[in-house]
């Protein structure tokens, strides 16, 4: 059985991880990925709360199925304004995006 701080420290890696790798790049792609892997994180701090403070409810796994939902949604849509945005103008770097607020 995994104890409680195990999983607060996997949390707490994952969460430094995306949070370098969506301050350190310029790339639209490894932005979203970064910021994915900082939900990510939060989302197994949640689940280690649940399942340590609540270990008989299963609400806590249907609010974890909703959100992996509401996330694999989001990078659908950042993945299809990425894609355009490649289309439209052959790159994805975040420097040279100054154009989309015209």
Request: aromatic share 10%.
């Amino acid at each position: 059985m995994i104890t409680m701080i195990v999983a607060l420290v996997v949390g707490a890696v994952l969460f430094g991880t995306g949070l370098y790798g969506a301050l350190s790049q310029t790339n639209l792609v490894m932005i979203m990925m970064g910021v994915e892997l900082m939900l990510g994180a939060a989302l197994v701090n949640l689940v280690a709360f649940w399942r340590f403070l609540h270990p008989e409810a299963f609400s806590g796994q249907m609010f974890f199925l909703i959100i992996m939902t509401v996330m694999a949604l989001e990078m659908a849509v950042g993945f299809g304004i990425a894609v355009a945005r490649f289309r439209a103008r052959g790159s994805v770097e975040m420097e040279e995006a100054a154009d989309l607020k015209e």
